[in-house]
């Protein structure tokens, strides 16, 4: 991966000025590159990494495996698109193995999660079966680590 990628990526807030000192290279250069990455949709976005628990103590997120029949026209991209439509979903992949797609999804609590499964997914024709599973906790997400590590305050009890 091109070192401008890698340093975009992990964190986004660099500004030209520093990422041309980093990579020493022309403020201009770098910002052309960074320009053509954009209009070649390489990059897609720059987003903020939230710790959602610390904001919303009812936040819930959930990865919901489908499987689904693909159509004759479209294979699974059809399906996938219009799951991708909900507000409530962040991601759908196609994946191998035992499930065909995975939809991740996020809600302010258990119930509203469960409708979305119950109600939306379940109204479309081609998902056969989904199996959904909650996320309990997160410690790192797109390479950031989320949880703060915790000290042991108990000391020792015995040499």
């Not at 091109?2 to 807030?13: C, I």
């Not at 399906?79 to 995975?102: C, H, K, P, T």
């Amino acid at each position: 991966m091109d070192t401008l990628l890698e340093l975009l990526k992990s964190n986004a807030r660099l500004s030209v000025q520093e990422l041309a000192v980093m990579l020493e290279e022309p403020e201009e250069e770098v910002a052309r590159r960074i320009s053509e990455y954009e209009s070649q949709g390489v990059i897609k976005g720059y987003a903020a990494i939230l710790d959602d628990s610390a904001l919303d103590p009812h936040y819930v997120a959930a990865l919901i495996e489908l499987k689904v029949t693909p159509q004759s026209q479209s294979g699974f991209d059809e399906i996938a698109r219009q799951i991708a439509e909900y507000d409530e979903v962040e991601s759908v992949r196609l994946m191998s193995g035992g499930y065909d797609i995975i939809v991740s999804v996020t809600g302010t609590d258990i119930r509203t999660v469960s409708r979305f499964v119950a109600e939306k997914l379940a109204a479309i024709d081609a998902i056969t079966s989904t199996a959904t599973h909650f996320e309990l906790k997160s410690y790192k997400k797109y390479g950031v680590m989320i949880c703060e590590e915790q000290t042991d305050e108990r000391g020792i009890l015995f040499p």
